[in-house]
């Protein structure tokens, strides 16, 4: 059973960054799926990125240009770095993973497909 703990989230003003990491408890075939979703009070929740072992990624496109997912695999880490950040990136940010080799921009759509879920941690932008 893979663990996943998220951290690095908080409160910062527009325009601001904030880098979150996901530790995993094991590197496995586990996690040769991962990926960062949000979700907003009220709403559904959202892909943001996801990267596969084979260094693919994906992004929404409201966070393209401006959020970088990645990985340490010495670490066990996955890694969503965030710059530029608006008020509507608000959310709670949970990382996901899976043992599948992911087509990256199936599973940033599905996130229901992952089996392994962090329990999340709150980004705030204020304006």
């Known amino acids: 059973q893979v663990q996943l703990v998220e951290s690095g989230g908080g409160s910062v003003q527009s325009g601001g960054s904030l880098r979150l990491s996901c530790a995993a408890s094991?590197?496995?075939?586990?996690?040769?799926?991962m990926g960062w979703f949000r979700q907003a009070p009220g709403k559904e929740r959202e892909g943001v990125a996801t990267?596969?072992?084979?260094?693919?990624?994906s992004y929404a496109d409201s966070v393209k240009g401006r959020f970088t997912i990645s990985q340490d695999n010495a670490k066990n880490t996955l890694y969503l770095q965030m710059d530029s950040l608006k008020p509507e990136d608000t959310a709670m940010y949970y990382c996901?993973?899976?043992?599948?080799?992911?087509?990256?921009?199936?599973?940033?759509?599905?996130?229901?497909?992952?089996?392994?879920w962090g329990q999340g941690t709150q980004v705030t932008v204020s304006s």
């Open positions: 990267m596969n072992s084979n260094g693919r990624t």
């Open positions: 996901a993973a899976d043992a599948t080799v992911c087509i990256t921009e199936w599973w940033l759509l599905h996130p229901t497909d992952f089996h392994y």
């Open positions: 094991e590197y496995l075939y586990s996690t040769r799926c």
